[in-house]
């Protein structure tokens, strides 16, 4: 497979129509569908069904379209940075989850992105597989976790000094709003909103000893939405403390958990790979960022 003819697939599938694609493409009709008819029987699939006004994606096609995605970014990533590897220049990918740890991070982008107009920055949310999976395939350059997670044999690390405190927010009019702390029974009396992470963790597994009787109702991966359905209702929101800005007016209050879970994060890289430019000033503005609250 060329980059050039993922390039047109990937026009095609963002135009849902051939005569659109080879517009934008700047190239004729007939050489565009040549070329797609070609694709399809290297691969020995079907990509498209093609309709007489739009054309759609057969399984084959998604299936594709989601793997050309990251061959075309890591391969523009890749031209970026060599291109320009005796100054601080190219594109550095950072992977994160929610958490109050990407306050620090955001701080250091800004002072890289000031200082180096040709830097360009790309941030993922994802929880730590999905993060660690995009980190061994090349997709990000840094990635930040939270939890218990043994990532010492593929991955360096760096320690955060933040650490994620969990506990519910709740409207002040609920029944457990003026508790001092929340115990796993109380969680059992009402619907509940978890994160995906949350979800997955042996830490919070072990504080509720029991899942099952818990009573998911939603889960996330951003958080920010969900407070306007813990204010109609008597759901409880699982979250980090200070994840949410929760002002003096709001109807919402934050509850910690007793016993404590605390997740601590952590920057994680690929440690096979050689780091770019921008990489390596990313990570040692970091670590002085770290050395100077010491």
Same mark, same amino acid.
């Given at each position: 497979?060329?980059?050039?003819?993922?390039?047109?697939?990937?026009?095609?599938?963002?135009?849902?129509?051939?005569?659109?694609? !080879?517009?934008?493409?700047?190239?004729?009709?007939?050489?565009?569908?040549?070329? +797609?008819?070609?694709?399809?029987? %290297?691969?020995?699939?079907?990509?498209?069904?093609?309709?007489?006004?739009?054309?759609?994606?057969?399984?084959?096609?998604?299936?594709?379209?989601?793997?050309?995605?990251?061959?075309?970014?890591?391969?523009?990533?890749?031209?970026?940075?060599?291109?320009?590897?005796?100054?601080?220049?190219? %594109?550095?990918?950072?992977?994160?989850?929610?958490?109050?740890?990407?306050? $620090?991070?955001?701080?250091?982008?800004?002072?890289?992105?000031?200082?180096?107009?040709?830097?360009?920055?790309?941030?993922?949310?994802? @929880?730590?597989?999905?993060?660690?999976?995009?980190?061994?395939?090349?997709?990000?350059?840094?990635?930040?976790?939270?939890?218990?997670?043994?990532?010492?044999?593929?991955?360096?690390?760096?320690?955060?000094?933040?650490?994620?405190?969990?506990?519910?927010?709740?409207?002040?009019?609920?029944?457990? !709003?003026?508790?001092?702390?929340?115990?796993?029974?109380?969680?059992?009396?009402?619907?509940?909103?978890?994160?995906?992470?949350? !979800?997955?963790?042996?830490?919070? $597994?072990?504080?509720?000893?029991?899942?099952?009787?818990?009573?998911?109702?939603?889960?996330?991966?951003?958080?920010? @939405?969900?407070?306007?359905?813990?204010?109609?209702?008597?759901?409880?929101?699982?979250?980090?403390?200070?994840?949410?800005?929760?002002?003096?007016?709001?109807? +919402?209050?934050?509850?910690?958990?007793?016993?404590?879970?605390?997740?601590?994060?952590?920057?994680?890289?690929?440690?096979?790979?050689?780091?770019?430019?921008?990489?390596?000033?990313?990570?040692?503005?970091?670590? @002085?960022?770290?050395? @100077? %609250?010491?």
């Amino acid at each position: 497979m060329e980059l050039r003819v993922l390039r047109y697939f990937l026009a095609v599938c963002e135009e849902k129509n051939i005569s659109k694609a !080879a517009n934008s493409l700047h190239i004729s009709q007939p050489s565009l569908s040549r070329q +797609l008819k070609n694709l399809e029987e %290297e691969l020995g699939v079907t990509l498209f069904y093609r309709g007489h006004q739009e054309i759609t994606l057969t399984q084959e096609g998604y299936y594709l379209q989601e793997h050309a995605e990251e061959i075309i970014s890591l391969a523009n990533k890749t031209q970026q940075n060599l291109k320009h590897s005796k100054i601080i220049s190219g %594109e550095l990918y950072i992977g994160a989850g929610e958490s109050i740890a990407i306050k $620090r991070v955001m701080d250091i982008v800004n002072n890289i992105v000031k200082n180096y107009p040709q830097v360009k920055i790309h941030v993922f949310n994802g @929880n730590s597989s999905m993060i660690e999976g995009k980190i061994e395939r090349g997709i990000l350059d840094f990635g930040i976790t939270m939890g218990q997670y043994d990532t010492t044999q593929n991955f360096n690390s760096l320690t955060l000094p933040e650490n994620n405190e969990y506990g519910i927010i709740v409207s002040k009019d609920h029944p457990l !709003a003026k508790q001092p702390y929340i115990v796993p029974e109380d969680l059992q009396k009402y619907p509940l909103i978890i994160s995906k992470h949350t !979800a997955d963790s042996d830490n919070f $597994r072990d504080w509720c000893t029991d899942p099952q009787k818990l009573n998911i109702v939603a889960t996330f991966n951003l958080p920010d @939405n969900l407070q306007y359905l813990v204010e109609k209702g008597l759901y409880c929101l699982l979250i980090y403390k200070d994840l949410l800005s929760l002002s003096p007016e709001s109807n +919402l209050c934050f509850i910690p958990l007793q016993p404590k879970i605390i997740d601590h994060n952590r920057l994680i890289w690929n440690s096979r790979v050689q780091l770019s430019n921008v990489a390596r000033l990313f990570l040692k503005l970091l670590r @002085n960022s770290i050395k @100077n %609250e010491k």
